[in-house]
């Protein structure tokens, strides 16, 4: 399948999509970016079962999150940088089985991405400061995923 550009970095085909923590950031945007993958890795479990509309809608969210920290980690370690899109692409393949899901999963990433480069196209402390916001959103999806009720 081929990829579909949005400036220097590509992103995921809207049928495959994905974003991690890299050098150049400080220690405590590492720990709460390995922080938030781990978040991201517990709820992987229960992502094979069958979804409610609400858990649909909290992936979707969760996508446009790892979208937008794709594109903020990037700003700051470099468009190789590939560590979120690697986690968006385990989360694809997790929901391997509903299609209409992964497109949804894949357009939310990619506006994620999208909006992310726009609001910061250059690594300032606005936008290291964004991305922290960022990790915060995704963590607590993914939290709420993990949990009892997703």
């Known amino acids: 399948m081929g990829r579909t550009s949005c400036g220097p970095a590509a992103v995921l085909p809207e049928t495959r999509h994905l974003p991690v923590l890299g ?23 229960a992502l094979a079962q069958e979804r409610t509309p609400s858990e649909r809608q909290s ?34 393949d997790q929901e391997a089985a509903d299609q209409r899901l992964k497109t949804r999963l894949s357009i939310a990433f990619n506006d994620g991405y999208r909006s992310g480069q726009a609001l910061y196209p250059k690594c300032t402390d606005a936008a290291r400061a964004e991305a922290r916001k960022v990790a915060d959103q995704g963590r607590a999806l993914s939290l709420r995923l993990a949990g009892p009720e997703g």
């Open 23 to 45: 050098p150049g950031l400080r220690r405590d945007e590492r720990i709460g970016r390995w922080i938030f993958a781990l978040a991201i890795l517990l709820a992987f479990p």
């Open 59 to 92: 992936l979707v969210d969760l996508a446009r999150t790892l979208g937008e920290s794709h594109a903020l980690r990037q700003v700051c370690t470099g468009a190789q940088d590939q560590h979120w899109r690697r986690r968006m692409q385990t989360l694809l």
